[in-house]
């Protein structure tokens, strides 16, 4: 497997890095593009279309 995947993310571990670069190459994606891809399902699965600027963050 190529290096290329150590820049994908900042954060997590080397075998993180590693499962990305997996599923970036098994879906003709880029790692940037997987994880925004895996970001917007959830979002839709748990706010569904609602405006993230609209959405309250109560902590």
Do not use: C, F, N, W
Request: net charge positive; no cysteine; aromatic share 4%.
């Amino acid at each position: 497997m190529s290096t290329r995947h150590k820049g994908i993310i900042a954060y997590g571990t080397e075998e993180d890095r590693l499962k990305l670069a997996v599923l970036a190459q098994l879906t003709g994606k880029s790692g940037s593009e997987v994880v925004i891809q895996m970001i917007r399902e959830k979002y839709r699965a748990v706010l569904g279309d609602a405006d993230p600027e609209r959405v309250t963050m109560h902590r």
